[in-house]
């Protein structure tokens, strides 16, 4: 790893573009060669031109020349012809090709980071996974699109550039290898050093934005505290910071260019004199032509080629880093693809079942209310069913994130269908870690959990967690329309199912009051509503799923007390018969709960009814009384 | 249009030296560009004379121009560099100054978010196109009329072809640029939509897998990208014919030159052109193509850098809809609140009050407590005391004084309120908590914690006081952050305290020390608290209760049980467990 790339990542990216676009990168490349050639042979032919007409013509006249001259002409303009066709050809299937493996790296992408096991998104900044899809598949797109035309290019009119200038002399070849090494090393320098420049820029860079965002989220804050004046000296200071790091980053991107360029000149004065020279004297020249005296024609069409020469290097130069970038980028996305996915070796799915007169199960294809988990024998290729009732055990489970710490130890739980199962406890006591379990966002060592006796390694993961309805604590809703947003639990609901859920959950009144009702559009994560109505809406998404277990987490956290209990009553109807976790900071919520375990530290320390737990006058007996504090 | 870039203008200020001298080193380095190609012209044509010293006399000046060359293209470019990074330091500055003077209405209006990408992107994309104005602005145009000039000094009849090529190229180019440009600027908004999408993605993943929506986000995405996929294709396409038609002039300027100079060159026996000149002039004409290609670039940016201008602008253009009086009244008498026929809605535009008619009358000292349920309009009610909002129509006065007459930061020192959505800044407690009061002492900063009972938490961090807390408060729990925010609002010794929401995660034993603390420790502060839970506010003198922007029912605890309305139900429904046991 150099600059965050990884090895092989140029051939990889070339593969993948080859592996959509074969043909088209073939025609593209020979497009290329074409356009380059075309544009190097014009040196060509103005040597030709003064040497074989205009030297010759000017002792015989016009009229003996004048055939020579319209050949010379119309073999340019042929090959100048195919160079704007190649041109033509290449730039627009570039277009195509570009566009479309960016594409192809997006979906893939984004196919791929759908599989990946939740801890994936934990140990990775959303920031920074946002950024490949932005920042670094921009810059494979300035990679593919622009600097590999430009560099192909850029190596053919180089090498025959160099070919033409050897055909011509070696003498004068020589010097401008010796320029260009020098242009060369200029060019490192100067990149390595803005290079230096420019990391400490994006620090800065980076740190005023983080103070801009903060502000900007306290601005309310800075507002009731008057405190406009303090935030203002911060920033100038920040401010001041930034301005005197991407001055000096930008002055170094800036003189590279004309620095470059003047090295050119310098050059182009050397050959000249250095030929002017070899003329006066009569020197010999050597080149792939032959010897022979150094002619005029020779001269001009040599400082021609040197020019474009010094020309195509800077314009090279300025690539690198647009390479590097790009190749960082594709190193990101290539990691991101390559990032392994949640594994899933279950193989008992969930499917709608009805009981036949002898009380066994078949399997239907419509909603039945009736759920039956079908179990393929691979022995003998039958199927068994059994019926899904929400029956989850867990033994001896320990747990933690990651191999330092432990976040829950020796946890066992029975739920019995059509239990309402409610864990309490400090934030950072493993309640919903526990929960995480049971819906295998993270997995443990087999059989410690068993879902209707089931292990729950052995069941698909779509279908476990198909049958569980969960609320999560945070809520994530998406922009759509607050109708897309309740369908969102059960893709084929009807409008009435979603209206129904949304009674049930308590929203309907409030939603009926937004500006387009069940039709306002939401964005930003529904920002225009309020906690509690985004809360309100997440339930009613988990409501119409109809799921046989649900998993409410924190679910009702903001919503006031008396619309918290008309919530529960919905719910309470809905959930009749079927299991139910609750996870919750107030105790009211829970009170009404068939077990409740308190957690403390990863582990269970109580559990009971709430009036068990009462009596008991332990931990859970201080909470209610508010002697003790949950936080 | 003139606005924008006046206003924009008017950021440059102290960067003005560098903003002239950047074009000014521009220009001369452009004109040695120019007259190089010349002097090289003459070197050739000396080839075939015969003296050796004219040719060096020549080089060296040559050499000397090269030099000079480099000289001002390396200042051209630290000038513009300065001027630009200067420029959006400015521009910055002046947004966030701005900013700081917005009242919560405006805040609104614009959006946390939208501010700060008005503050980076926007900016960014400005001193980009700044950089690029002051450069190549100047370049590109003085490059194609230096060049033009040049080549009617070798040979005006050649030279007219050049005339005849620049519009012809001009209009392509541009017209290439208008076709795309409006395309561009729909796609982009696509291109948007489409990355916001992956953003909700990654932050609702847990969502997506809890339902197995995989399939279905696939879906989802797999069409919007191919959507933004074909349509940046087809833009992309119109764009390619910028090259080709480039190569187009280029050759046939190239032709042209050749056939006629070779001709002219011939016919007159070198008397109307030479070999040297030739050369010259087929430079000029790449030189002048190459330029034209530069300009429809520095097009292209500067109008992208318009929208962001334009966003710059409003921001800097934005009169604050709040202001404080000038000579406003400096002193709050005492801590009482009147609000007399108070109506408010948030914008003109809203067809609804979120207050109506509210009559409240609030004595100095008094404690009063609201409860109410979600949108009930708590938040609007209190938020209108310490002047966070403007009523729309009534009066609401504190200490018998309009707060409209009171001078806006000696009105919010006096009504200290606790938002409910608390923020922490990065940096220690202490900090912190003085921004409630610079100069508190470290014993002024304890008692006041002690009052709102976060001292004792605070003893137990290793750092104590000087704990340092992250960006966003993420290192203490949500009970401790309410707590700290209510020191750091007491530091300001108050007239009037109002805690919004800001002990609902605090547990109800230490929620009582803190009403406790405040009836013992500051009595003749007025307290007014919002809260869910009816043990919060059980003690008040005056409890209101919120519905849908009216105040439905007011008394105290005793009272309003007896009144067997909203109150009661709430009470019951939090209590009825306990009265059993």
Redesign the interface.
Do not use: W
């Given at each position: 790893m150099k600059n965050g790339i990884k090895k092989g990542t140029f051939s990889r990216l070339i593969k993948y573009i080859f592996s959509h676009y074969k043909i088209q990168m073939i025609v593209v490349i020979a497009a290329i060669i074409i356009?380059a050639l075309a544009?190097a042979s014009?040196t060509f032919?103005?040597q030709r031109?003064?040497d074989e007409?205009?030297?010759p013509?000017?002792e015989q006249?016009?009229g003996a020349?004048w055939s020579k001259?319209l050949s010379i002409?119309i073999t340019?303009?042929t090959i100048?012809l195919l160079?704007?066709?190649a041109?033509?050809t290449y730039?627009?299937i570039?277009?195509?090709v570009?566009?479309?493996t960016?594409?192809h790296f997006?979906?893939d992408m984004?196919?791929k980071?759908?599989?990946l096991p939740?801890k994936y998104?934990d140990t990775h900044a959303?920031g920074d996974?946002?950024s490949t899809?932005?920042n670094d598949v921009d810059a494979i797109r300035q990679l593919i699109?622009q600097s590999m035309p430009l560099v192909i290019q850029s190596t053919i009119s180089i090498v025959s550039i160099i070919c033409m200038m050897m055909y011509f002399s070696f003498q004068l070849t020589l010097i401008v290898i010796v320029f260009s090494a020098l242009m060369v090393t200029v060019a490192r320098k100067f990149a390595g050093a803005s290079a230096k420049y420019m990391t400490e820029q994006q620090k800065s860079l980076a740190k005023?934005?983080?103070f801009?965002?903060?502000?900007?989220?306290?601005?309310?804050?800075?507002?009731?505290?008057?405190?406009?004046?303090?935030?203002?000296k911060a920033?100038?200071k920040l401010?001041?910071q930034?301005?005197h790091d991407?001055?000096t980053?930008?002055?170094y991107?800036?003189?590279l260019?004309?620095?470059l360029?003047?090295i050119g000149?310098?050059m182009?004065?050397v050959i000249?004199?250095v030929?002017?020279?070899m003329?006066?004297l009569g020197a010999k020249n050597f080149g792939l032509s032959g010897g022979g005296l150094v002619t005029?024609?020779i001269?001009?069409s040599f400082?021609?080629m040197a020019?474009q020469f010094s020309q195509t290097i800077s314009q090279t130069s300025m690539q690198v880093s647009m390479i590097a970038m790009g190749l960082a980028g594709a190193s990101r996305v290539f990691g991101l693809i390559d990032e392994k996915s949640e594994a899933d070796e279950g193989y008992v799915s969930l499917v709608n079942a009805e009981r036949n007169e002898d009380g066994t199960l078949r399997e239907v294809d419509r909603h039945t209310g009736l759920w039956a988990w079908k179990h393929p024998h691979s022995a003998d290729n039958t199927v068994t069913y059994s019926e899904l009732k929400g029956d989850i055990v867990m033994e001896h489970v320990d747990f933690g994130y990651n191999d330092k710490k432990l976040v829950l130890k020796d946890i066992s739980l029975y739920a019995k269908p059509g239990q309402k199962i409610a864990f309490v406890g400090a934030?950072g006591a493993g309640k919903t870690t526990i929960t995480n379990l049971i819906?295998r966002?993270y997995d443990i060592p087999d059989g410690k959990i068993r879902y209707d006796g089931i292990n729950i390694g052995k069941i698909k993961k779509?279908e476990l967690?198909?049958s569980?309805g969960?609320v999560?604590q945070?809520v994530?809703?998406?922009?759509g329309t607050v109708m897309d947003n309740i369908r969102?639990?059960k893709?084929n609901a009807t409008d009435e199912e979603c209206i129904a859920a949304a009674k049930l959950a308590n929203a309907d009144s409030?939603i009926r009051r937004l500006p387009d009702g069940y039709n306002t559009m939401l964005t930003?994560?529904g920002?225009s509503l309020?906690q509690?109505?985004r809360q309100l809406i997440s339930i009613a998404?988990a409501a119409v799923?109809d799921p046989p277990v649900m998993i409410l987490d924190e679910a009702t956290s903001?919503?006031?007390?008396?619309?918290e209990?008309l919530v529960q009553k919905g719910m309470d109807n809905l959930m009749k018969g079927r299991t139910v976790f609750v996870i919750a900071?107030r105790l009211?919520t829970v009170?009404n709960s068939d077990a409740i375990m308190v957690l403390d530290h990863g582990r269970i320390i109580e559990r009971g009814t709430?009036d068990e737990l009462?009596q008991q006058k332990g931990t859970y007996f201080q909470?209610?009384?508010?002697?003790?504090?949950?936080? | 249009m003139n606005t924008i870039i006046s206003t924009i203008a008017r950021c440059v200020r102290q960067y003005k030296k560098e903003s002239l001298l950047a074009p000014l080193f521009v220009t001369l380095e452009v004109i040695l560009e120019c007259a190089m190609p010349l002097a090289m012209a003459d070197v050739i044509d000396k080839m075939t004379g015969n003296s050796l010293s004219e040719i060096i006399k020549l080089g060296i000046a040559l050499v000397i121009m090269a030099m000079l060359s480099l000289f001002f293209g390396a200042m051209a470019g630290r000038f513009s560099a300065t001027a630009s990074t200067g420029l959006a330091k400015n521009i910055r500055q002046d947004l966030f100054f701005k900013i700081q003077d917005f009242a919560f209405t405006d805040i609104d209006k614009f959006s946390t978010s939208s501010l700060v990408t008005r503050l980076t992107t926007d900016v960014t994309n400005v001193q980009n196109a700044y950089q690029m104005i002051i450069r190549l602005a100047v370049r590109t145009p003085l490059m194609i009329i230096f060049s033009v000039i040049m080549s009617f000094s070798i040979n005006p009849k050649m030279a007219m072809i050049f005339l005849i090529i620049i519009p012809l190229l001009m209009l392509i180019l541009f017209g290439i640029i208008f076709t795309v440009m409006p395309i561009f600027k729909r796609i982009f908004k696509k291109y948007d939509a489409m990355n916001n999408s992956v953003q909700e993605n990654i932050s609702g993943i847990r969502v997506v897998k809890a339902f197995v929506r995989e399939t279905h986000e696939q879906e989802k995405f797999t069409t919007a990208s191919e959507n933004v996929r074909a349509d940046f294709t087809a833009a992309e396409k119109i764009l390619a014919f910028n090259s080709p038609s480039m190569i187009l002039f280029v050759y046939t300027s190239i032709m042209l030159i050749s056939y006629f100079g070779a001709t002219t060159i011939i016919s007159s026996h070198s008397a109307e052109l030479t070999t040297g000149e030739l050369s010259s002039l087929i430079t000029y004409g790449i030189q002048i193509l190459m330029a034209i290609m530069m300009l429809s670039m520095v097009f292209v940016m500067t109008s992208m850098a318009v929208e962001s201008s334009e966003r710059i602008v409003e921001v800097l253009t934005h009169e604050s809809s709040l202001k404080s009086p000038e000579n406003g009244i400096k002193e709050v008498k005492d801590g009482s609140i009147v609000f007399d026929n108070v109506s408010f809605k948030y914008s003109k535009h809203s067809s609804k009050n979120a207050l109506e008619n509210i009559n409240l009358d609030i004595k100095s000292g008094q404690t009063v407590g609201i409860i109410g349920g979600t949108g009930s309009s708590k938040s609007s009610l209190i938020q209108l005391i310490s002047r966070l909002y403007d009523v729309t129509e009534g009066t609401l006065t504190v200490g018998g004084v309009d707060v409209k007459k009171y001078d806006l930061q000696s009105l919010r020192d006096n009504v200290a309120v606790v938002l409910q959505k608390n923020i922490l800044f990065s940096g220690t407690i202490k900090e912190n908590l003085r921004w409630g009061n610079k100069n508190a002492t470290d014993e002024q900063i304890e008692h006041v914690c002690k009052l709102a009972q976060a001292d004792e938490f605070v003893q137990q961090f290793p750092d104590k006081y000087d704990t340092y807390i992250e960006q966003g408060g993420t290192n203490v729990s949500g009970g401790q952050k309410q707590r700290l925010c209510i020191a750091r609002a007491l530091l300001k010794k108050p007239k009037v305290l109002i805690l919004d929401d800001s002990t609902s995660a605090v547990d109800t034993k230490t929620d009582a020390l803190i009403r406790k603390a405040f009836r013992e420790e500051i009595p003749d502060t007025t307290k007014i608290i919002i809260a869910q839970r009816t043990s919060s506010i059980s003690d008040a003198d005056i409890i209101l209760v919120m519905e849908d922007g009216h105040i439905v029912e007011r008394g105290n605890h005793d009272e309003l049980m007896a009144l067997n309305g909203i109150y009661r139900e709430i009470y019951d429904s939090q209590n009825k467990a306990k009265e059993e046991d």
């Open positions: 356009n544009s014009a032919f103005l031109l003064i007409c205009v030297t013509g000017l006249g016009l020349v001259l002409l340019m303009g100048y160079g704007i066709i041109s033509g730039t627009r570039m277009a195509t570009t566009q479309g960016l594409k997006r979906d984004f196919v980071m759908q599989t939740i998104f959303h996974i946002m899809y932005t699109g005023e934005e983080g801009i965002e903060e502000m900007m989220e306290g601005q309310k804050v800075i507002k009731v505290f008057c405190h406009e004046e303090e935030s203002k920033f100038v401010n001041d930034l301005f991407g001055d980053a930008n002055r991107g800036n003189m260019m004309p620095i360029a003047n000149n310098l182009y004065v000249s004199i030929g002017a020279v003329v006066f005029a024609g001269i001009v400082l021609d020019r934030t819906n966002f779509p967690r198909r569980l969960i999560l945070d994530n809703l998406f922009t969102y639990g893709l409030f930003g994560n920002s309020s509690g109505q998404r799923a903001s919503i006031d007390t008396r619309t209990a900071h009211s009170k709430h009462i909470l209610y009384t508010g002697a003790f504090e949950l936080e | -």
